[in-house]
């Protein structure tokens, strides 16, 4: 089950994650996907992180994600749209 993270993001972008963290569907038991209201959210961080050039790479992304227990399957689904997120969001 996600919970509060303990790393070493920025004050406001642990903010953004933590509110990831607090999506509804990611306290049910098996989380295979994220409910639409719960991508918002991980866009909200992803935007943040290329907004502010926040230095976190995408295996470290994942680390957070696998320290709060998400599923391989999920870490991979939402690792890839955290990769592509921010490429997309540095083009002029």
Not at 38 to 62: G, M, P
Not at 67 to 76: C, G, V
Request: hydrophobic share 35%.
């Amino acid at each position: 089950m996600p919970g509060k993270h303990k790393s070493k993001l920025p004050p406001k972008t642990s903010k953004f994650f933590n509110a990831f963290l607090k999506a509804p569907t990611l306290w049910e038991k098996e989380v295979n996907s994220l409910h639409p209201k719960d991508w918002i959210k991980l866009y909200v961080f992803v935007r943040h992180c290329a907004q502010y050039n926040v230095s976190l790479t995408t295996s470290e992304f994942k680390e957070l994600l696998k320290e709060q227990k998400f599923s391989n399957e999920l870490i991979e689904e939402i690792g890839y749209v955290f990769k592509h997120g921010r490429s997309l969001l540095k083009v002029n």
